[in-house]
């Protein structure tokens, strides 16, 4: 197809002459045939930011298998264990090191000589120009020196080991280990995938933010508990109130207090005068072993404070939106307030807790004057702080519902099906929408939510519809019939709070329902694959990640302890390379410090998914794609020069 000249003569700008327009042709034709590059898919961290660190550190076990192909039976399980922990904590061991070796300068020669041996292999898949780029500047002279092939020198060996001896020499082999491990850490995986849910439940998901913002090269879907944090950030009072209870419930409140600055006090001093004589026991708090029990009293308060708030919140939401057609989770206005009951379904369920000093039976959604004070201010605090704030604008930049790369479709929960297959529709403010149109629908929603003016009625319609993708019905990062909040702490029976999963959990299996998801959303070509979390693998119970022979992997990364018990392992991530597929699952996680003292390692099980008939390379990849568009664009620039229609610039 021939190229519109004005779009050429843009294109001359950058390459102005016939030589640099060869010459680029020729190395984006070269890049073409290079391995494709490793990719790395986790899912639900669930603010778990030491065992996430840890696998970002081994790219779930990649430096492993570097270690494995480089030197093969010519080190012990211990050097190589050895090896790889100071690879993934390169500063730590050193530090111990320093102060047990006898002899340092013999043992900074051999980790040097295996280090940079294990990087040739990390850097063998890439172009010397992205390595170029990649390499830490303070040494990247040395590094490429020690790394690049030089056919031209005789020995070889001689020339390397005088580089090492005088980075020894002159005092610089720590500095240079911590640069050469950080490096091994960034090529061998090239691009990181984040399935969904950073936020709640474990204690650091502001340190998996300014992780994720300074990794090199990521995407990430968004999860039910990440868009509820969007909506919080937005000003959505639900949200806020849905964040800080979730908070509360794990003992996590400090992670607003100290991580993002959000001034709670407004809230515990409303909590203590209205439930200072209540032992708010139905409100316990899943704590972890580095919880203040101190606190839990106040907490407790907090906890119910919160939740009571919650549920007013939601209840005019729901109200205010009647296409959301969730009439049905409007609960407070069933309770008999005198008796102690509530009426769900048709059946009449005692009460675990009825103190309710702020609910009017008359209005039983409309907040009290203390509780109108306090979400104000708690909604200041979430629009000020800055650093939520950062973090959200980063998930909203480079995140979203849904991605199709690389011949793969990312989502965080399901695509919501009806019973026979079908997609179903959900009604947003007079419009249908289903599939991938309802994916699109809800995404924008969202960004409206965030970015809308102030003033505007589209701000708030799209902050309700995160509160919407949070836990309505047919969510697609849901995937339940309703979000049991006030059954799992008012009521006994547990029958009250189960949570019906939507079809797709029962249909994934069916291969013509993926086909469909799959051509619903551009993907019809062999091999194809749907990756997505949400749900952890009960591998106790005989569930497993591969459903549909391979075509739908579940990838949930098992990060949360809240889920251990139940799964019994710590979940799968998914490693993708030239030579195809593999799941990793993970034994459990002991600690950073254990990993850094003993060398130890997450113990993970590789599980193939699909090993390519021929290995993969860039050319088959979505890069690939953009560089054929590229060098046709270059060509036909290089038609043009030549056939006199441009005139070359010159040097």
């Given at each position: 197809m021939?190229k519109?000249?004005s779009?050429?003569?843009l294109?001359s700008r950058?390459y102005p002459t016939i ?5 680029e042709?020729?190395?984006l034709?070269?890049?073409l ?7 790395h ?7 778990e ?8 550190r081994?790219?779930s ?7 494995d192909e480089?030197?093969g039976?010519t080190?012990?399980r211990?050097?190589?264990r ?8 390169p500063?730590?061991?050193?530090s111990?090191v ?9 043992w900074?020669?051999?980790?040097l000589h ?8 990390a850097?063998?898949k ?5 390595v170029?780029?990649?390499l830490?500047k ?10 690049t092939e030089?056919?031209?020198i005789e020995?070889k060996?001689?020339?390397?080991n005088?580089?090492i001896?005088t980075?020894?020499?002159i005092g610089r ?6 640069a ?6 960034r ?9 969904g849910d950073?936020?709640d439940?474990g204690p650091?998901?502001h340190?998996?933010?300014?992780t ?6 990521v ?5 039910n508990?990440?868009?509820s944090?969007?909506?919080?950030a937005?000003?959505s009072?639900?949200c ?6 979730i908070s509360?419930r794990?003992g996590?409140?400090d992670?607003l207090?100290?991580?993002?600055g959000i001034?709670l ?20 708090i899943r704590?972890g072993?580095?919880?203040d029990?101190?606190?839990?009293a106040?907490?407790m308060?907090m906890h119910?404070?919160?939740?009571i708030?919650?549920?007013k ?7 205010r939106?009647?296409c959301?057609?969730?009439e ?9 307030m005198?008796k102690g009951?509530?009426?769900l379904?048709?059946k009449?369920y005692?009460?675990?807790d009825?103190?309710f ?10 907040l009290?004057?203390?509780?109108y004070?306090?979400?104000g201010?708690l909604?200041q605090a979430?629009?000020?702080s800055e650093k939520?704030?950062?973090h959200v604008r ?8 849904y991605k199709v790369?690389n011949g793969?479709?990312l989502?965080h929960g399901?695509?919501?099906?009806n019973?026979?297959?079908?997609f179903?529709?959900?009604n947003?403010?007079?419009?249908e ?5 309802l994916y699109?629908a809800?995404?924008?929603y ?6 809308a003016n102030e003033k505007?009625a589209?701000r708030?319609?799209?902050q309700?519809?995160?509160w919407?993708?949070w836990?309505?019905?047919s969510?697609p990062?849901?995937g339940?019939?309703k979000?049991?909040t006030?059954?799992s ?6 029958k009250a709070?189960?949570?019906e999963?939507?079809c797709?959990?029962s249909l994934?299996e069916r291969?013509?329902?993926l086909?469909?998801?799959l051509?619903e959303f551009?993907?019809t070509e ?12 009960q ?6 990640p ?12 098992g ?9 019994g392992i710590?979940g799968?991530t998914?490693?993708?390379?030239s ?5 990793m699952?993970h034994?459990l996680f ?7 003292l003993?060398?130890?390692?997450i113990?993970s099980d ?5 090993q390519y008939a021929?290995?993969?390379?860039v050319a088959?990849t979505?890069?690939g794609?953009e560089?054929r ?7 036909a ?9 441009l005139?070359?610039?010159?040097e």
């Open positions: 021939k519109d000249i779009y050429l003569k294109l950058q030589a640099s327009a060869s010459t042709i020729v190395n034709q070269s890049i045939n290079l391995p494709a590059a490793t990719e898919f986790i899912s639900d961290v669930h603010g930011y030491e065992q996430f660190n840890h696998v970002l081994n790219g076990g990649a430096i492993r298998r570097k270690i480089g030197f039976n080190l012990t211990k050097d190589k050895e090896l790889a922990s100071l690879i993934y904590y500063e730590e061991r050193l111990l320093i102060e047990e070796e006898e002899n340092l300068d013999d900074y020669r051999i980790m295996r280090l940079v041996q294990v990087t040739r292999r850097a063998s890439y172009t010397r120009s992205k170029r780029k990649a830490p303070d040494f990247a002279y040395v590094i490429e020196e020690l790394i030089k056919e031209e020995d060996e001689r020339y390397y005088e580089i001896h980075i020894i020499r082999a720590r500095e240079f280990i911590i050469l491990a950080g490096l091994i850490q090529l061998v995986v090239d691009h990181l995938h984040i399935v950073i936020f439940r650091g998901p340190i998996i933010m300014d994720l913002m300074n990794y090199h090269s995407d990430i879907q968004w999860g508990h990440d868009i944090w969007i909506g919080a937005a000003g009072a639900a806020i109130a849905t964040v800080i209870r509360a794990y996590n409140l992670i207090e100290e991580g993002y001034n006090i407004p809230l515990a001093k409303f909590a203590m005068e209205t439930y200072g004589d209540d032992p708010c026991e139905a409100f316990s704590c072993r580095d919880y029990t101190r606190d839990m106040l907490d308060k119910k404070a919160i939740t708030l919650q549920l919140l939601e209840g005019q939401l729901i109200r939106c009647p959301f057609g969730m049905n989770r409007l609960l407070l206005q069933n309770i008999d005198k009951v509530i009426r379904d048709g009449t005692p009460l675990k009825t103190n000093p702020t609910i009017d039976p008359a209005d039983p959604y409309e009290s004057e203390a509780e004070i306090v979400i201010k909604k979430f629009l000020h939520l704030q950062k980063f998930l909203l930049s480079i995140g979203g519902l790369h793969n479709l989502y399901c695509v919501p099906l019973p026979d297959g079908s179903k529709s959900v947003l403010f007079g419009k929408y289903a599939g991938r149109a699109d809800l995404e924008s969202v960004r409206k939510g965030y970015y505007r589209e708030r319609r799209g309700d519809v995160i919407y993708i836990a309505g019905p969510s990062v849901f339940k019939d979000m049991a006030f059954e702490y008012f009521i006994e029976d547990k709070s189960k949570e999963k939507n797709y959990y994934y291969e013509e329902v086909d469909s998801i051509k551009g993907l062999p091999g194809a694959h749907i990756i997505n979390g949400h749900v952890p693998v591998v106790k119970k005989g569930d497993t591969l459903k549909c022979g391979g075509k739908l992997l579940v990838i949930d990364g990060f949360s302890k809240a889920y251990h018990e139940k799964t710590s799968y998914l490693i993708v390379n030579h195809g597929m593999n799941l699952a034994e002991e600690s950073r410090e254990d990993s850094i003993n060398g130890s390692d113990i590789s599980i193939p998914v699909e021929r290995r993969h390379f088959d979505d890069i794609a560089l568009s590229s060098i046709s664009d270059l060509e620039l290089l038609a043009a020069y030549c056939d006199g229609r005139k070359e610039k010159g």
